[in-house]
């Protein structure tokens, strides 16, 4: 596997770094921390795609143009977010979605 390979699927190059300079008898495994810190979540690529398709920045401004806490701003907090409830389903069904597909393609179903 070429270290372009690793860079398109977003995995860090230090892990290249590491399969490359371990004899092929060894293994050696990541620690939690490094999961966490370079594998944990959804990889920003897919990140960014999820907060399109689920208008999630928009969202977001809205929330934030809202400071004082007058019952209108409350009502109005509150209506956003249940529309962030949406857009988290939205997120959640699109990831399974794609979690699906990839196992019938790997299935051959």
Same mark, same amino acid.
């Given at each position: ?32 921390? /490094? ?9 920003? /690529? ?41 857009? /988290? ?21």
């Amino acid at each position: 596997m070429r270290f372009c390979q690793f860079k398109e699927m977003g995995v860090p190059l230090k892990y290249a770094d590491l399969m490359f300079s371990i004899p092929k008898d060894q293994i050696r495994w990541i620690t939690i921390e /490094e999961y966490q810190v370079d594998f944990a979540g959804v990889i920003s /690529e897919l990140d960014d795609w999820l907060e399109a398709r689920c208008n999630s920045a928009e969202l977001a401004k809205q929330y934030d143009e809202l400071g004082g806490q007058t019952a209108e701003v409350k009502a109005m907090r509150s209506a956003i977010g249940e529309k962030f409830k949406v857009r /988290e389903r939205c997120r959640i069904a699109l990831k399974n979605k794609m979690r699906e597909d990839a196992w019938r393609t790997y299935r051959g179903l």
